[in-house]
């Protein structure tokens, strides 16, 4: 069976365990195979022929999460994420497991219309009280674990959101043009996001188009190892922002694939150059709106804030200051310290899906870690962690985008 | 075979969870951070508590399969190799802060607790763990208790024996007991003092009172450049003669700084010859007042940093601690050495140590504790070059050039497989015996991380990698166990 990852960045690493602490199933499990310097260990095995990729091999690689922690915390500059990257396609090609499974997840997720209306069975679901009858009659228990794990992220959708989409925003005066990539499972799932986002960056000054035949932007495909799927939604949502200026977005994982167009089409000749110019042009939105002087006037909310860093958005883009100087211009909102804040929620895409079991030891360890710092907002830059860190969380503090807090803020309206 | 029956009672002890059988799963657990040296043992348990630690000895013991324990892997002397067909057994599921105790200062942790995690917890209470390996937040306190592990601030605080109270411990036979207590001195033998820093070879650890210390109220530091690696040292000499007792002072080449700019953006100068960090901390009136004698006493330097806040300070460091790995960006592979000196004679083992690296056409980086003249040379080579074996016999000759120098083998990471051939030079055939005499009491079956620290003929007549038959073993007088 081949199996071949580049020598040269197997090589980078000297096993010096530096990246241990930071591996979210490494601190769950403590076994090396299930942390960043055992994977790339198994991966030299396999490349060297010296171990089958099927089974523990492809176990182990399939239980990263893709947060990427390891990386900044690597003293050799290891590029973990390219190694695991190349190795998915690999796996998903040579090693056949939860086929099944995992074809419903991408006919369903990437496609937002689809995905909508999935979604409204979901609500009826939830509204004539068939979640509490498959809880309550314990159905729920003898469903297989995956299918658990997707009914519990089934997050509250307001059926109005369901049937309307995100609209662009007109504003006086000279302004800044962003275009918002509205997403897929985003657009059905947090409609409400995209509303906040859209008006937040018109109160601040910016004229907020929403491109016409966007969709996936192939995040979900390439994480999972769908590396064709992933180019070919990169190819279609690179055209629906030709003549665009900056890109917003509002989801981490979306945002930080958008910001690896130049290397995923890079062998595309029709593309490489197009997707590379886009790719510059992406901004997550607290980074635009980091930049950006606040016109817009912030009433107070005073409110204990936990801000929950995506890993995504931290590890994958760098992006740690911008978010928690925009929450800071709200007037009241005072940011309080979470201990392990660094550790992945364990949603990391359609992993809570792939891996239930992972997944909820670390939902359940943030939102202790969270509760522990006793805040009356939790608020995160991902469209995953909300889904998961609410689903843990429970009835306490509520859970919102950053730009979700601000809105209101900007509106007036306490959450 | 004593090994599968091992397997299936530990898997019914442990649960499958609790045990490694897979091929190439076992090989992740074939080397720690020295990759030269690897073994495939035949089995890993993952013990969750250390009712299950006693469990997995006592079974080991029964049926005479030798076992290592495992921390992190972070070690550099080869310690945690495991052995053909023995047992690694992995402290990593034994991770919990149990109690830290601010009213008597201490901590009672886990073996698999980090270091640096025994700090974290302490800080509410304005308390820190002292000894700071350059691991600090990989490397457990079980494998410091294992190689009485220093670091850069051991200088003025002293070692992880100063700082042990005591250990919970499996002994080989599978018994657990306790070593030193409570009380700061406790009467009879010091069997705690005897058992830190035995590199794993008197049992397991499954439970670690640590002292804590107060935060030191002030902490100012400072990086001085110097034209070579000579006058840097004269500065160290001329500080500690003046009676000030830094928190540290650490020593980096020219070579090993480049390697550092390339990882951590600590604001090194990338074109002086040698480096000092200087750091001084206690009560704020002491600290300015030495603070003034240490900048005099730097006046050859070329130039001064002092660190503007606690995040500059807490970069430079990030930056000297992460030098080993670093220096993964300047070279494909490397050895690091690690030896000690009287800091009298440092400037002339820096000298030597380039002679014999210009001799043998090999790079070699400098980074080390110049308080207490640990040195820690990087020796820089290139598999691909077949320059493996030339850089393996500088790396020796350069430990060997410390007891030479009237020093030591070894300043913190340990003997381990690394070093066991070179125990002669330090130590006479009469105080070998002693120590395996001490270690026979403690392990009469010699089953606790077999063939470490001593020199042994089966070690010490092969190199790592590929079989090749012992001289002795040709001629007939000795035969593979």
Known sequence: MAFDVDRALLDECVHCGFCLPTCPTYVVTGDEAESPRGRIYLMDLATRGEAPVAGPVAAHLDS?????????????????????????????????????????VFALFPYPGRLRAAALLGVLYQRLGLRWLTRRSGLLDRLPARVRALEGLLPPVRMKDLLSRTKATETAGPARTVALLTGCAQRVFFKPVNDATARVLAAEGCRVAVPKGQGCCGALSLHTGRDEEARAFARRTVDAFEGYGTVVVNVAGCGSVLKEYGELLRDDPRYAERAAAFAARVRDVSEVLAGLEPVARRHPLPLRVAYHDACHLANAQGITREPRDVLRTIPGVELVEVPEEKLCCGSAGVYNLLQPDTAERLGRRKAENLASARPDVIVTGNAGCLLQIRRYAGDGPLVMHPVELLDLSIRQTGP | MSLTDLRDELAARLGRDGIVTDPAHLRTYECDALTGYRVVPGLVALPRDAGEVAVAVAACARYRVPFVARGAGTGLSGGALPVADGVVISLQRLRRVVEVDPVDRRATVEPGVTNLDISRAAAKYGLYYSPDPSSQQVCTIGGNVAENSGGAHC??????????????????????????????????????????????????????????????????????????????????????????????????????????NAAV?????????????????????????RFADLTRLCAKATGVTIARDAEHRAKIWQGRKAAFAAVGRLSPNYFVQDGVVPRTRLGEALTRIAEMGDEAGIRVANVFHAGDGNLHPLVLYSEERGEHERAEALSTAIAELCVELGGSLSGEHGIGTDKACSMPLMFSEDDLATMRRLRAAFDPEGLCNPGKVFPTPRLCGERPGPYRPHPLESAGVIERL
């Open chain 2, 265 to 289: 953006d600590a604001g090194f100068d990338p074109d002086t010859a040698a480096a000092l960090i200087v750091e001084l901390d206690g009560p704020a009136d002491e600290v300015e007042a």
């Open chain 1, 64 to 104: 990263c999460l893709g947060c990427l922690a390891c990386v900044p915390a690597c003293p050799s500059g290891v590029k973990y994420g390219a190694l695991i990257e190349s190795a998915r396609p690999q796996l998903d090609r040579e090693v056949p497991r939860d086929r099944l499974f995992r074809a419903a």
């Open chain 2, 155 to 260: 200088l003025k605080y002293g070692f992880t024996a100063n700082h042990i109270l005591a250990v919970d411990v499996v002994l080989p036979d599978g018994t657990a007991t306790r070593l030193g207590g409570d009380a700061p001195h406790q009467a009879g033998f010091d069997l705690l003092g005897a058992f830190v820093g035995t590199e794993g070879t008197l049992g397991i650890v499954t439970g670690v009172v640590v002292r804590l210390l107060h935060t030191p109220a002030t902490v100012r530091t400072l990086v001085a450049n110097f034209d070579s690696t000579k006058d840097a040292g004269d500065a160290v000499t001329a500080v500690i003669a003046a009676g000030i007792v830094p928190a540290a002072i650490e020593m980096m080449d020219n070579l090993a700084i480049q390697a550092v």
